[in-house]
């Protein structure tokens, strides 16, 4: 009898550890890419990527469990906009950051871009700042990386002046934001920080030159767009919506 119910125990025990092995999904992973841009047009002043648009993104998926890699076209320390750095503009996303060392040291060592692959990662998720406008709109490798992500129906996020990065990524030769429902860093917001004469471009005018169906909310609000996998954010603001709308999808996708 002892036997019969240590061997019951024993089959239990085994059911119960191949049942939790099956359901047991892989972690999700999701590529951050970020500009190595540091120069604002030709003002004299520095540039890069916008603090609150990569921190505030990264934890709200990184504390979900989400494995995250970042990439920059040159590969290393991106640029941090000296101005998302100032005390004025820290947010308790900014002070994490600030003290993470293990992030810190992760930005150090980005991987270029030239190296990733689209079939490695769940999503991708650009965040804003002004360098994206010069670099990355143009870099061969991240237009294609958009349009593998886009084609293989998985997630692509981005924020604030991020959806400039859309500017030349084609899906079929047609703009890959025609038709769809966008949004991004608005004139009058570009207007308010003093840089209209100084981006090489407008993101909301190019977004509906080529096509997309450009909304926006009131200045320095948060609003998220979401169209399909598409995914955009109009300012730092929105930043955490981004990232929760992205969640929401990764989620849903097995």
């Known amino acids: 009898m002892k036997k019969f119910k240590l061997f019951s125990i024993i089959i239990s025990a085994?059911?119960?550890f191949t049942a939790t092995a099956q359901n047991k999904t892989p972690m999700k992973k999701v590529l951050f890419v970020v500009t190595s841009h540091d120069?604002?047009?030709n003002t004299g002043e520095k540039t890069g990527f916008w603090t609150e648009e990569l921190a505030a993104p990264y934890y709200?998926?990184?504390?979900?469990g989400i494995?995250?890699?970042i990439?920059?076209?040159l590969g290393g320390q991106p640029p941090i906009d000296p101005k998302s750095a100032d005390p004025a503009s820290a947010t308790e996303d900014t002070k994490r950051f600030d003290a993470?060392?293990?992030?810190?040291?992760k930005l150090k060592h980005t991987l270029k871009l030239a190296h990733v692959k689209e079939a490695d990662y769940d999503a991708v998720f650009y965040p804003g700042g002004h360098g994206p406008l010069w670099d990355l709109t143009k870099d061969r490798n991240s237009i294609t990386?958009?349009?593998s992500f886009y084609n293989n129906n998985k997630p692509i996020a981005f924020v604030c002046h991020a959806p400039a990065v859309l500017k030349d990524v084609k899906i079929k030769d047609e703009y890959l934001v025609k038709g769809k429902k966008v949004t991004g860093f608005s004139n009058t917001e570009e207007a308010a920080v003093g840089l209209t004469n100084v981006v090489p471009f407008l993101l909301e005018e190019v977004l509906q030159a080529n096509g997309g169906i450009y909304s926006k909310t009131e200045?320095?609000?948060p609003y998220a767009v979401e169209d399909g996998i598409l995914i955009t954010g109009q300012n730092p603001a929105s930043s955490k919506l981004v990232a929760q709308k992205l969640l929401e999808q990764l989620n849903t996708k097995k």
């Open 14 to 16: 085994v059911a119960s």
């Open 39 to 41: 120069k604002l047009g």
């Open 60 to 64: 709200e998926l990184a504390d979900k």
């Open 67 to 69: 494995q995250i890699d």
């Open 71 to 73: 990439a920059t076209p």
């Open 100 to 105: 993470d060392t293990e992030l810190l040291a």
């Open 145 to 147: 990386l958009i349009e």
């Open 219 to 221: 200045n320095w609000q």
